[in-house]
């Protein structure tokens, strides 16, 4: 935090710890996310829909023109069309600007934000809108953010009672708007998981540069631990025999040995983790106001806050449904057959409890102590099929990680 912020007698500790501040600070300034509707065009609209650009909307009604002409926009390279005094469900009236494949910038955030604060910015990609959000700049006319002829974009923290401060001088933010509660949720999921993600990211990264056991390593053991239950004779002999016939470098490949076994720890323990992180995740992503949230909505969250882990990778993908799955039942209320879901009531009074019960119950079936000094014929018949499951999908994304790095 800058000087600013010393002088009106917040320190630095008001906002996140040091050692965390400026990755925390990286991921988040002045953007409150807003919700997407599809919605189905009519065909008495007055300007036409445009294919790419940026959309802002609900201009207060006048400020159009002063927005504008304050961005330039008339002398930019890039057709502008400018309504004004449009009707407006919400506010009466209200103007419109729309700049065909036009790009946003910082400045012009801050503009909008500090002319007409209840304004939306829709950016517009193959005819569709990928994101929608409103601008949010600091109350305090003296912060460094609001002087537009400086290009200080506003950023925001919480405090140690996690209220919404500026970064720059420490004001807290007192306005009241629609979207507040859930922005605040969502800097809190940033703040306090933001740990978790370091120790998962450096965990994932030391496991990759060791690499001593692949996935297809792991389905191996686990396909012949399968074939070895089967019951009839026939099939029994056969996948015996299957076993027999290795070849001299596979047996040698699948011996466990402790360079090995440490390995698989080290993976369990990473995939615990990953899976206490999505836990932990569904107490801290956006709710709306009916305290609703979308299953598409959490898992990109997860996704994107666990970005330098390459999730293109479906296997960490089902590695996390069993996390998902376990939240889910025991955490939340299903909407019908919609994609929402509710937090159960008092169920963060819980959390804790169920985490460390989920914890107990993935560390009874651990593999190592289960294959330690076995060979492939001993003791695997007794791993549990969630546990294959979650373990084999655990290598395999290591495997991708290596494979495409």
């Not at 140690?160 to 859930?182: A, M, P, S």
Request: charge should be neutral.
């Amino acid at each position: 935090m800058n000087s600013d912020a010393k002088n009106k007698g917040t320190d630095s500790s008001s906002c996140i710890e040091d050692v965390i501040e400026s990755q925390f600070i990286e991921k988040q300034n002045n953007r409150i996310p807003l919700g997407i509707k599809i919605r189905v065009p009519k065909g008495d609209l007055l300007i036409d829909s445009i294919k790419e650009g940026i959309v802002i909307d609900h201009i207060e009604a006048g400020k159009g023109k002063v927005i504008a002409e304050r961005l330039d926009l008339y002398r930019g390279e890039y057709p502008v069309v400018l309504a004004h005094n449009l009707s407006s469900g919400r506010r009466g009236r209200k103007d419109v600007i729309k700049v065909v494949n036009g790009s946003l910038d910082e400045m012009m955030i801050k503009i909008v934000g500090i002319i007409s604060p209840n304004s939306t910015f829709n950016i517009i990609k193959g005819n569709k809108i990928v994101e929608k959000f409103k601008a949010l700049v600091c109350e305090s006319s003296d912060c460094s953010t609001r002087d537009l002829e400086k290009d200080v974009p506003s950023i925001f923290c919480l405090d140690t009672d996690d209220v919404l401060v500026c970064y720059h001088c420490g004001t807290v933010y007192k306005k009241e708007f629609e979207e507040k509660q859930r922005y605040v949720v969502n800097l809190k999921g940033d703040k306090y998981l933001w740990a978790a993600e370091q120790e998962i990211n450096k965990r994932f990264n030391d496991i990759r540069g060791r690499h001593t056991m692949t996935g297809e390593d792991f389905s191996f053991l686990t396909y012949v631990e399968t074939l070895k239950r089967k019951k009839k004779s026939d099939e029994f002999l056969s996948s015996r025999y299957e076993i027999l016939m290795m070849s001299e470098s596979d047996r040698i490949r699948m011996e466990i040995t402790e360079e090995k076994i440490k390995y698989l720890k080290d993976a369990e323990e990473l995939a615990l983790k990953i899976h206490e992180y999505v836990l932990e995740s569904f107490f801290l992503v956006d709710y709306d106001r009916d305290r609703k949230c979308s299953w598409s909505d959490l898992k990109l969250s997860v996704e994107k806050r666990l970005d330098k882990i390459d999730l293109r990778n479906g296997s960490l993908g089902l590695l996390m449904n069993v996390a998902f799955d376990f939240g889910a039942k025991h955490f939340t209320v299903g909407l019908g057959r919609s994609d929402y879901y509710t937090l159960k009531p008092e169920i963060e009074s819980k959390k804790d409890r169920l985490i460390d019960d989920y914890r107990r119950r993935f560390k009874r079936s651990d593999i190592i102590e289960l294959i330690k000094e076995a060979r492939i014929s001993d003791k695997l018949s007794k791993i549990s099929e969630r546990h294959k499951y979650i373990m084999a999908n655990m290598l395999k994304a290591i495997d991708y990680a290596v494979n495409n790095q």
